[in-house]
């Protein structure tokens, strides 16, 4: 069934399923991606067993892989790792309709890395947490203005001001009024 694989490819016999309508095969998967990742996680490895079973002149692709992530807490900042589940329902077929089937490749093999990358990838979180009771830092010990800032309070508003824009509280517009006179 497996024709060969390494970190980067999970091949299955496409002639071999294809010849009898109803087979099923058990496909291990042990990816190792490189530079598989959003802007905020990645992916470090997808393991499981699917299942790939012949429909008539179509492949069904089948089943759950733990999908292993890093990434940077969104609360802490800290590095974070999780563990996520994939689910996996998938067809192949010859003329595959855009955006809900994958093309079943006339080669004697099919290789379900790029699909199940794609699946991954699609499964990675939004925002990582190292840990569901994360607080985040804590305002005390790392408070958020700096010494420097405390010292900008604008006396006539109150607000926190900023010396850059200090220029533009000196300048004053004329109106139309004002360039009359």
């Known amino acids: 069934m497996i024709a060969g694989t390494d970190d980067r490819s999970v091949l299955v016999d496409v002639a071999a399923l294809l010849r009898w309508p109803g087979t099923r095969r058990e496909v291990p ?47 802490c900042l800290e590095p974070a790792t999780g563990t996520t589940e994939v689910e996996i329902q998938e067809i192949f077929e010859k003329e595959p309709v855009e ?12 290789d379900l890395a790029p699909m199940l990358l794609e699946q991954a990838i699609l499964a990675l979180p939004i925002a990582p947490l190292c840990d569901e009771s994360c ?25 926190l001001g900023d010396p850059r ?12 009024e004002d360039s009359e006179k």
């Open 29 to 75: 998967v042990a990816l190792v991606p490189e530079r598989i990742e959003t802007s905020v996680c990645a992916v470090v490895g997808l393991n499981g067993v699917i299942v790939a079973e012949s429909i008539g002149e179509k492949v069904a692709v089948s089943g759950t892989l733990a999908l292993r992530w890093r990434g940077e807490c969104r609360r």
């Open 99 to 110: 955006g809900e089937t994958y093309e079943l490749p006339t080669a004697d093999h099919l």
């Open 135 to 159: 607080a985040g830092p804590a305002p005390g010990v790392y408070p958020t203005a700096v010494a420097a800032e405390i010292d900008l309070v604008d006396e006539q508003t109150g607000q």
């Open 165 to 176: 824009w200090a220029a533009l509280d000196a300048l004053r517009l004329e109106g139309p």
